[in-house]
C-alpha cells in the first residue's frame, strides 16, 4: 500500500510509519505547503494520505487519489480543511491528533495575552531604538481583578482558564452550546455571548470553526467590547472578521488584539494588521513545542497504519 505525507514529519513519526512494512511512503521533502496542482500530482493512487491543516482535502483530491483511499490522517486536531461530507459518503476513515496539543496550545494563548496586554513586543523595539518616555510610558492591562471570557470551554479553553487563575482573575466567563460541568473547576459562569463580549477585559477564543461560528467575531460583536478590553484568537482565523478587527483596533474601539492563527495562513505581508502596533500576530504555533510535536507525529502515524489495516484507531474522528 502506498501513502503521501504532505508535509516533513517529524522522526518519531517517521519512523513508525516505515518500520511498519504496512507501507511504501512518499513524503514531500519541503516544509513548504503543496500548491493544489502539486497535491492532486501526489496523491494518485494512494490508499493513505497524511495531511496537515494547510491542505484542503476537497473532491478533486479524492478523486485524483481514487478508489484505493482508505484513510485520511491528520496531523492536527482541528479538521475544517477536510470535506467531511465527501470523504463520509467515500468510505473514507479520518484520523487525528485532539488532546495532545492541550497543554501547548494553553501555554502559547496565555503567552500570546501576556505579549498582547503588556505590550511586549511594542517593549522590545523601545529597547532596539533607545527610547523611553514617562510614568505612563507602555503602560498595558493586568490580570489581577480583572474578567476573563472564554468563547468555548472545550479541552483547550478549559486548560487556559486553569492556568488563568493564577493570575487573581476575579471572574471567568464563558459561552458556548452547553453548559459544562468542569467549569465549576475554575468558579466559570456559563453566559450569553454578548454579555461575555460587554463585561470581560479579557476574551479569549477556543472554539472550533464551524457554520455558526464563522465570522462571529465580527463588527457586531466588536461594539460590545469595552474599549479597554484585548481579544485573542488561537482557535481558527475564520472565526474572526479581519477586516472589521483592523477597524475597531485602528480606531481604538478596543485596546488591543493577539492573533495566533488567521485567514489565511500566513498573512499576507501587506495585510493591514500587520501595520498596527496594537495587534501582535504570530504564526500558527500553538501546538509548537519539540515534545508536541513528536506526539502528533507518532498518533498521527498511528492513525495512518490503523486505517490502512482496517484496526481500532487511536484517535478516529466521528462524522
Not at 522590545?124 to 503602560?139: A, H, I, N, Q, Y
Not at 455558526?212 to 465580527?218: I, K, L, P, S
Not at 463588527?219 to 460590545?224: G, H, N, T, V
Not at 507525529?297 to 495512518?304: T, Y
Request: charged share 20%; hydrophobic share 40%.
Amino acid at each position: 500500500m502506498k501513502v503521501f505525507v504532505t508535509k516533513r514529519l517529524p522522526q518519531e513519526g517517521l519512523e513508525i510509519l516505515t518500520a511498519s512494512g504496512v507501507c511504501e511512503v512518499s513524503m514531500c521533502d519541503s516544509d513548504d505547503t503543496l500548491t493544489k496542482a502539486e497535491l492532486l500530482k501526489r496523491v494518485d493512487g494512494v490508499d493513505g494520505i497524511l495531511c496537515v491543516p494547510y491542505d484542503i482535502i476537497d473532491s478533486a483530491v479524492l478523486d485524483a487519489a481514487g478508489p484505493n483511499l482508505k484513510v485520511i490522517s491528520c496531523f492536527s486536531v482541528g479538521f475544517d480543511h477536510l470535506d467531511l461530507v465527501e470523504i463520509k459518503k467515500r468510505g473514507i476513515r479520518v484520523g487525528h491528533t485532539p488532546d495532545i496539543l492541550t497543554d501547548a496550545t494553553a501555554e502559547l494563548t496565555i503567552a500570546l495575552l501576556l505579549a498582547t496586554s503588556r505590550r511586549i513586543p511594542e517593549g522590545v523595539e523601545m529597547v532596539k531604538k533607545g527610547e523611553r518616555g514617562g510614568s505612563l510610558w507602555m503602560c498595558g492591562y493586568g490580570l489581577s481583578g480583572s474578567t476573563v471570557g472564554i468563547i468555548g470551554l472545550g479541552r483547550i479553553g478549559f486548560a487556559i482558564a486553569q492556568r488563568l487563575m493564577p493570575f487573581g482573575v476575579k471572574r471567568l466567563l464563558y459561552s458556548g452550546r452547553t453548559v459544562k460541568t468542569q467549569a465549576a473547576e475554575v468558579n466559570g459562569e456559563f453566559v450569553p455571548l454578548d454579555t461575555l463580549a460587554s463585561d470581560s477585559d479579557f476574551i479569549i477564543v477556543t472554539c472550533p470553526l464551524t457554520p455558526e461560528t464563522q465570522g462571529m467575531c465580527d463588527k457586531a460583536f466588536f461594539s460590545k467590547m469595552k474599549n479597554t478590553a484585548v481579544f485573542i484568537n488561537s482557535s481558527r482565523g475564520a472565526v474572526v472578521n479581519q477586516e472589521d478587527l483592523y477597524k475597531v483596533l485602528s480606531s481604538g474601539k478596543i485596546a488591543a488584539a493577539g492573533l495566533d492563527v488567521t485567514s489565511p495562513e500566513p498573512l499576507p505581508t501587506n495585510h493591514p494588521l500587520l501595520t498596527l502596533t496594537n495587534c501582535v500576530v504570530l504564526p500558527h504555533i500553538g501546538s509548537a513545542t519539540f515534545s508536541t510535536r513528536g506526539a502528533m507525529a507518532v498518533l498521527a502515524a498511528r492513525n495512518l497504519l490503523a486505517g490502512l489495516q482496517g484496526t481500532h484507531m487511536p484517535s478516529e474522528l466521528s462524522f
